[in-house]
């Protein structure tokens, strides 16, 4: 199955203490990279987090970013450390008596100082279990991206897949009467310059030019690459650098036919075929 490496996800959960969104997006990568950006109450399950990307996710730069908002009766509420407080004001009480001029104390410079206004505790296990759930959820969502975005390069491919066996099956039945033809052309030639040949040698010359210009192994070479990307688009594996293998394969039998053509319909054909290569190549960048 293709799946591309290009996709996106936004997914949100509203619970008591809060909302929490979860957004993942994906561009094309050799390997998997994963940059996770989290709030601070989820740093501790950054870990777990990768694990469950990693188990869906092969190839491609990922950016999983969460965002936690927490409910505004939770962010008006000041919490006051007691022992801490009491702390604090018997060591100003302590300086105070030593002084020889005494001065009250300032309550908001009690509240400045550190320790003694606690943050407003959410419960970290709630928002850790939230956020697995919800990022399993995303996950799904993305996949299902990944693999309708992977349908529509499928198709792509396939079209060009199937120019490229028409080209192909069309030279292999060309191919048998070429040096017949050639030889034809050449004779023709001869005796329009009314020049006389030696029989034998033309022979040996159109078997040397037949053995140069036989383009048989090239042709079932790249008959059995497209039946291997048969095989490569059936796999439920990520196939993308198998298939950027085969281009490349495919690109040598193409160069190697242009290479040994004699014929300007061989040639056409050889340069067709490097298009739709070259075409491919580009949109396989794209596949996991």
Request: proline fraction near 2%; glycine fraction near 4%; hydrophobic fraction near 35%.
């Amino acid at each position: 199955m293709i799946k591309s490496m290009t996709a996106f996800s936004h997914q949100s959960v509203e619970e008591s203490w809060g909302i929490l969104e979860c957004e993942i997006r994906s561009v094309n990568q050799r390997y998997l990279d994963i940059q996770m950006r989290l709030p601070d109450e989820l740093r501790s399950s950054e870990k777990r987090l990768r694990e469950l990307i990693s188990e869906k996710v092969k190839r491609g730069k990922l950016e999983c970013t969460f965002r936690l908002l927490p409910l505004d009766n939770q962010g008006n509420e000041i919490h006051i450390d007691e022992e801490h407080v009491s702390a604090v004001l018997g060591a100003c009480k302590l300086i105070s008596t030593r002084l020889h001029q005494p001065s009250e104390i300032n309550p908001l410079e009690v509240l400045s100082w550190p320790g003694v206004i606690k943050e407003s505790q959410l419960d970290k296990q709630l928002i850790v279990d939230s956020s697995v759930a919800l990022l399993k959820i995303s996950l799904d969502d993305f996949m299902a991206n990944r693999i309708e975005e992977g349908a529509r390069l499928e198709e792509m491919l396939q079209q060009r897949h199937r120019a490229m066996q028409a080209i192909v099956a069309e030279e292999k039945q060309r191919q048998p009467g070429l040096i017949e033809r050639y030889r034809e052309k050449l004779l023709d030639r001869l005796k329009e310059i009314s020049i006389q040949h030696d029989a034998d040698r033309l022979e040996q010359e159109l078997v040397y030019l037949a053995h140069k210009m036989d383009v048989s192994e090239e042709l079932d070479r790249l008959q059995s690459h497209f039946e291997e990307m048969e095989n490569i688009f059936n796999r439920d594996e990520p196939v993308g650098r198998r298939l950027d293998f085969i281009m490349q394969e495919l690109n040598r039998e193409a160069n190697t036919l242009g290479s040994k053509s004699v014929d300007i319909k061989t040639t056409q054909a050889s340069v067709e075929l490097k298009v739709l290569i070259e075409q491919m190549r580009e949109q396989i960048q794209n596949i996991e």
